[in-house]
């Protein structure tokens, strides 16, 4: 496909019917797997990890539309929580951010203990269905939004081979580092090979702006090109036809994870409203919980990803440090 072809359509992140993308051609639903017959990594991307985060199933559509096939190694394609995906379209606009999940976090289901205990909830059986799949790439783009920040930024673990595909895809320039383990369950990232220290594989995970935003759309499209340039699954000539804004080099910023915050108690709230990335001086309220205050533990502490779903024992807000 060249750009003769027809400008592309744009990758508007709006709701809509994914039931024609059901049928996949690997067994399992919502999976799409492409083998160029040539040597080269396994790559995929994801996207509804979270039922409600609409960019990541607006840019693996588009790739299916397009029928994007790898020049070497393979390229496999899917949409995770269908489910809780299919139940937001079902309810109120004012509703949708409840439809991250149906039983529990699909993307805090990755360790053994969960995927061989739980044998109820709907996103355990759906992380039995992509397991192998997940397993067998070398590199993951895990494509989300977020609920207050329309700035957009990678998530990943902070390994050399992370920050140096991040930095081959190019943008966006906001980093944040993982140290592992440090959210409430394990999440794909980190789970496998991806989160091994020795081992090849890689996973980021990139934030493309507010759920709604009809921006996010383009920005996971164009950062999921960027991707499948960067590992060598599409000509660097495709990319720069189809990407949906010429790139755009800014500095890389790097912010560490310094802590995940979990109330406990269901009715905590957050001392004032935050978006992401505000920067506060070293004993700053930031959250009440009960009779305690969540103060800034640093200073130049950057708040992070701040939940509109607050209960206990649940991710409330993350704190990181500016590295550089
Ligand atoms: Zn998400």
Redesign the pocket.
Known sequence: MRKGDGDPPPAKAVARDIAPYRRGNTGIDFVHRFDSGRPGPSVAIAGL??GN?ICGMTAVTWLLDRGVRPRAGTLTLWLGNVAAYERMRADLPERHTRH?FVDRDL?RAWADEVIAGDLVSLEAHRVRELLPVVEAQDRLLDI???TYCGTPFFVYRDLPRARVLAEQVGGPSAHVLLGGGQYSGLTMAERGRFGDAGAEATCLVV?CGRHLDAAAGDTALQVALDFLAACGTLDRDFVAAHRPAPAAAAPTRRFRVEQVFRPVHDDARFARDFVSFETLPAGAPIAFDGDRTLTAPFDECVILMPTPVIAKGRDMVTLARIVD
Do not use: G, K
Request: proline share 0%.
């Open positions: 990890t979270h985060e991250r993307n989300h939004s977020t934030e």
